[in-house]
T-cell receptor, first 112, second 112 residues
Framework: AQSVSQHNHHVILSEAASLELGCNYS??????LFWYVQYPGQHLQLLLK??????LVKGIKGFEAEFIKSKFSFNLRKPSVQWSDTAEYFC??????????FGKGNQVVVIP | KAGVTQTPRYLIKTRGQQVTLSCSPI?????VSWYQQTPGQGLQFLFE???????NKGNFPGRFSGRQFSNSRSEMNVSTLELGDSALYLC???????????FGEGSRLTVL
């Protein structure tokens, strides 16, 4: 079964700082990868996805993620965060159809 | 376009009781998945239904069951509730099968 690990569960940073969240998955074959975000009081929503092709994918709100197959990684980045980026971020890998394996999440707090 | 709707939003049950949760997917979405979210285990896949058929099942005991109706609405049932079943139960719908999910706000179950 697929497993997904995320590091640095709690991240606190100031506005305009850069953000990078690590994600590693276990399955070595073809895999669809995702980052989902949950803003305070809101439901989980898709931030970005990787299916194939260009390993650098761009999502909403200035986020991007890089797929590195040799490292089994799919790290999320944003060059300059805003207070509104305060949220919990989840990395996920599709195990088949719509069965996703999620990481434990990163709680990100951006201080104005 | 209306999002994924889950009812009830909150409920309290006692051990040994059973509970039924309901999910209405986004119009046109035929896949409905269910996830359990707890602080300790994170997001865990319960099952997925597509066109009234269970297509995937997670590693949960048989007390957890679900079904999907012809209008794609889905229900999940938990029988003989245990304290450990206290969690946020999330429903997600999808147009395809690639893992791009649209989540509802969840049903928060507390078992006393």
């Amino acid at each position: 079964a697929q497993s997904v690990s995320q590091h640095n569960h709690h991240v606190i940073l100031s506005e305009a700082a850069s953000l990078e969240l690590g994600c590693n998955y276990s399955y070595g074959g073809t895999v669809n990868l995702f980052w989902y975000v949950q803003y305070p009081g809101q439901h989980l929503q898709l931030l970005l996805k990787y299916f194939s092709g260009d390993p650098l994918v761009k999502g909403i709100k200035g986020f991007e993620a890089e797929f590195i197959k040799s490292k089994f990684s799919f790290n999320l980045r944003k060059p300059s965060v805003q207070w509104s980026d305060t949220a919990e971020y989840f990395c996920a890998a599709a195990e088949g159809n719509n069965r996703l394996a999620f990481g434990k999440g990163n709680q990100v707090v951006v201080i104005p | 376009k209306a999002g994924v709707t889950q009812t009830p939003r909150y409920l309290i049950k006692t051990r040994g009781q059973q509970v039924t949760l309901s999910c209405s997917p986004i119009s046109g979405h035929r896949s409905v998945s269910w996830y359990q979210q707890t602080p300790g285990q994170g997001l865990q896949f319960l099952f997925e239904y597509f066109s009234e058929t269970q297509r995937n099942k997670g590693n949960f005991p048989g007390r957890f069951s679900g079904r999907q109706f012809s209008n794609s609405r889905s229900e999940m049932n938990v029988s003989t509730l245990e304290l450990g079943d206290s969690a946020l139960y999330l429903c997600a719908s999808s147009l395809g099968s690639a893992g791009e999910l649209f989540f509802g706000e969840g049903s928060r179950l507390t078992v006393l």
